[in-house]
Structures are given as C-alpha cells and as structure tokens.
C-alpha cells in the first residue's frame, strides 16, 4: 500500500489550484460583463423603445378634462 510521504498538500499544488480558481472566476466575472453591456450598448438591442401611448386630443373635447395640468407655456406643471 502506498500512504504518500508526508502530510497535506505541497506548495505547488495549492499555488496551482489558486492560480486555477482565481483564472476561472475572472472569466466568469468578464463573460457577465460582456453579456451585459453588449445586450446594452447594440442599437436596437433586445429591448424596445416603444414610447408611452398618449393621445394627441381629448375624447371629451374640453380642455378641462386633461389628466395632467398645463401651464400657459404648454409644459406640464
């Protein structure tokens, strides 16, 4: 039988497993990155720019009846 010649890990090994965790996890981190910002950054990417639906007349013809107050300038108060 063989018990192996001394006790716990050498050096080397527990550098390389580090070195191998620390390269795995980089890339990880940078594969989240890039699919991030490039879903972000294309135009016309996955998301639609559709604006809110506003109608340009009252249905009830009286100014009154707007939702939202304006001021005399036409911005909204």
Do not use: E, H, K, V
């Not at 050498?10 to 191998?20: H, N, S, V």
């Not at 996955?46 to 005399?72: C, E, L, M, W």
């Amino acid at each position: 039988m063989m018990f192996g010649y001394g006790s716990g890990w050498p050096a080397w090994g527990i550098a390389l497993m580090w070195i191998g965790i620390t390269a795995f996890l980089a890339f990880l981190i940078w594969a989240a990155y890039a699919l991030i910002t490039s879903t972000s950054r294309r135009p016309g990417g996955t998301r639609a720019r559709i604006p809110a639906a506003r109608p340009a007349f009252s249905t009830s013809g009286s100014p009154a009846a707007r939702s939202t107050p304006r001021n005399t300038d036409g911005s909204a108060t």
